[in-house]
């Protein structure tokens, strides 16, 4: 069965650090992948998400994340973190041949420092 | 566009109680899904429509658990004799149809079984 693995539940960066979150997905054929972020006391929303194309995909307050179909892995990534981006982090995936359900990976909390 | 709504935003019950949960998607979504989320998780796919037909649900859903949609529109979820471990955030989230279109998501619904 398809299944997202999100490395490290919790990370910590100072303000302006890179903010790197991993996420490595199981599947022999792509699957759609996404990144949902969750602010405190809000419903999730998307970031941003990879169906086809570029690899490189650009988001929503200056996030990417880059599919690389070799090491099966969609990690997001921002240059500079600023406080605001302290929140909790899913990817997910929908299987290609796996109808419409979306399988979330279990989350990365991220703090951010002043 | 008015988003997704789920009433109530909190319940809390006493276990064996009933209780009842209610969903309201974007109007043209034709696409609604139910996912459980317990702190430290991701959400966990229960069950999701396309319009009033249910067309998957998930084997970890015991037959406590009842979901309708029965004009297609609203949806309702329904937990019979409450056990503590149902204790969680009950998410709907609601989608147009096309299988990488992202889910747009409500506040949840926090259940608390005392």
């Known amino acids: 069965a398809q299944s997202v693995t999100q490395l490290g539940s919790h990370v910590s960066v100072s303000e302006g650090a890179l903010v790197l979150l991993r996420c490595n997905y199981s599947?022999?054929?792509?699957?759609?992948l996404f990144w949902y972020v969750q602010y405190p006391n809000q419903g999730l929303q998307l970031l941003l998400k990879y169906t086809t194309g570029a690899t490189l995909v650009k988001g929503i307050n200056g996030f990417e994340a880059e599919f690389k179909k070799s090491e099966t892995s969609f990690h997001l990534t921002k240059p500079s973190a600023h406080m605001s981006d302290a929140a909790e982090y899913f990817c997910a995936v929908i299987p290609h041949n796996g109808g419409f359900k979306t399988i979330f990976g279990a989350g990365t909390r991220l703090f951010v420092k002043a | 566009d008015t988003g997704v709504s789920q009433n109530p935003r909190h319940k809390i019950t006493k276990r064996g109680q009933n209780v009842t949960f209610r969903c309201d998607p974007i109007s043209e979504h034709n696409r609604l899904y139910w996912y459980r989320q317990t702190l430290g998780q991701g959400p966990e796919f229960l069950t999701y429509f396309q319009n009033e037909a249910q067309l998957e649900k998930s084997r970890l859903l015991s037959d406590r658990f009842s979901a309708e949609r029965p004009k297609g529109s609203f949806s309702t979820l329904e937990i019979q004799r409450t056990e503590q471990g149902d204790s969680a955030m009950y998410l709907c989230?609601?989608?147009?149809?096309?299988?990488?279109?992202?889910?747009?998501f409500g506040s949840g619904t926090q259940l608390s079984v005392l």
């Open positions: 989230a609601s989608s147009p149809g096309n299988q990488n279109e992202k889910l747009f």
């Open positions: 599947s022999s054929v792509p699957p759609y």
